[in-house]
């Protein structure tokens, strides 16, 4: 008999943190779940851990034959899943009390009508205490029920771990994304059904102390941020694609790079031919740069026309 819920683990070294990920999914209330590890680590640090854990028959572990990267190994451990839902947790997060997972799978037990369905985070510094609460408005989350689009308006869901989905739709991470790859994934999970559960209770913890983060590695960085913003962008479906928002979202992108030209574009791999709305927003951006203003007088400029 199959579980209920598969939990997805793509671990990647750090085991303490691994090993206080899986030391809050033994003690959950509801105990019909599968727990599937995918290893991309170079070390034994991963195996060692999950042999702690051995007598649990529950957690599986599988080892990659060679690295696969962020989000191949993601979907690695997808593809191992066997329960009715699939709940991606990440090595460096955790459930925050021993009912989360109970409550995951009764948002989705409870709403049939629903494919997915996530929480509030409980963000967690380097000491281990509570940095924040994150929790999307009502507006925003009103917002995202008329169009999940909107998740490139800067509309947030959150991280992977703080979601869960039913294992039918054939949906996977797209191996060409790194940094707005779950933006892409809820877009296009979310189109194939808009109706999604929100708990406002932070289920989930997400920890900012982990030194192998993606976060880190793109951040701030022009030749992710910039080339796969400008992919999804294309990957979309943009009904509107002379919205305001977006034409403000994507000059805000130009300037904040200091963008003035489409061949620096296309010497970053952006294909041609570019959409009006991207010509127009570089010759935007031209005339903002000359101004040399901070981003907050570029917003301001944009609500005054």
């Known amino acids: 008999m199959n579980p209920k819920v598969s939990i997805c683990i793509p671990a990647y070294e750090e085991p303490e943190l691994l090993r206080k990920l899986l030391n809050s999914i033994i003690i959950q209330s509801f105990e019909n779940y599968e727990v599937i590890i995918t290893d991309d680590s170079t070390s034994n640090c991963v195996r060692d851990v999950v042999k702690s854990f051995e007598k ?17 190994n993601w979907n690695e451990a997808i593809k191992h899943a066997s329960g009715k839902y699939i709940k991606i947790m990440h090595h460096d997060d955790w459930f925050s009390s021993q009912n989360s997972l109970q409550k995951f799978v009764g948002m989705m037990e409870e709403n049939p009508n629903v494919n997915f369905a996530f929480c509030a985070t409980k963000i967690i510094d380097g000491k281990g205490c509570l940095k924040s609460i994150y929790s999307p408005t009502k507006r925003e989350l009103n ?8 998740l490139f308006n800067g509309v ?38 808009k109706k999604f559960i929100f708990c406002p209770e932070p289920l989930i913890c997400v920890s900012t102390s982990s030194s192998h983060r993606v976060t880190n590695e793109c951040l701030n960085n022009k030749e992710v941020d910039l080339v796969e913003y400008f992919y999804l962008f294309q990957k979309i479906e943009t009904s509107k694609v002379s919205d305001y928002k977006y034409l403000q979202l994507i000059v805000l992108k130009l300037f904040k790079y200091n963008v003035k030209s489409g061949h620096e574009l296309i010497k970053l791999g952006i294909r041609e031919p570019f959409s009006p709305i991207l010509r127009l927003s570089i010759v935007i951006n031209q005339f903002l740069l000359k101004f040399k203003g901070p981003i907050k007088n570029i917003r301001n400029w944009f609500r005054s026309i």
């Not at 294992?167 to 994934?185: A, E």
């Open 143 to 150: 917002k995202l029920a008329r169009n999940p689009n909107c």
């Open 56 to 72: 649990d028959s529950r957690i599986k572990y599988y080892k990659n034959s060679e690295r696969k990267g962020s989000p191949e």
């Open 156 to 193: 947030s869901v959150g991280a992977p771990s703080v979601t869960i989905y039913r294992n039918n739709l054939g949906i996977y991470f797209d191996r060409k994304l790194k940094w707005y790859v779950d933006v892409d994934f809820y877009i296009r999970l979310l189109s194939c059904n």
